[in-house]
C-alpha cells in the first residue's frame, strides 16, 4: 500500500512525464508475476486512476 505522500510523487512523476511527453515504465503485478511495460501516457482517469499508455510493449 501507499502512502498519501507516495501518491503525491507517483502523480507528480506521472504528471511531469505527460508534459513533456517522456517514456515511463510501468512495474504490474498480474497472475502472479511481476510484469514491465514502457510507453507515453496519454491521459490518467482520476476516477479509476487507470492510466492509458500509447506505444505500450511488454518487457517481459
Known amino acids: 500500500m501507499l502512502d498519501e505522500y507516495q501518491w503525491q510523487e507517483f502523480d507528480e ?3 511531469y512525464a505527460m508534459t513533456l511527453t517522456l ?3 510501468l512495474t ?3 497472475g502472479g508475476y ?3 511495460y ?3 501516457v496519454h491521459r490518467v482517469c482520476q476516477d479509476s486512476f487507470s492510466n492509458h499508455v500509447e506505444s505500450s510493449k511488454q518487457e517481459n
Open 13 to 15: 512523476k506521472i504528471h
Open 34 to 36: 511481476f510484469k514491465n
Open 28 to 30: 504490474v503485478w498480474e
Open 23 to 25: 517514456p515511463i515504465k
Open 38 to 40: 514502457m510507453g507515453i
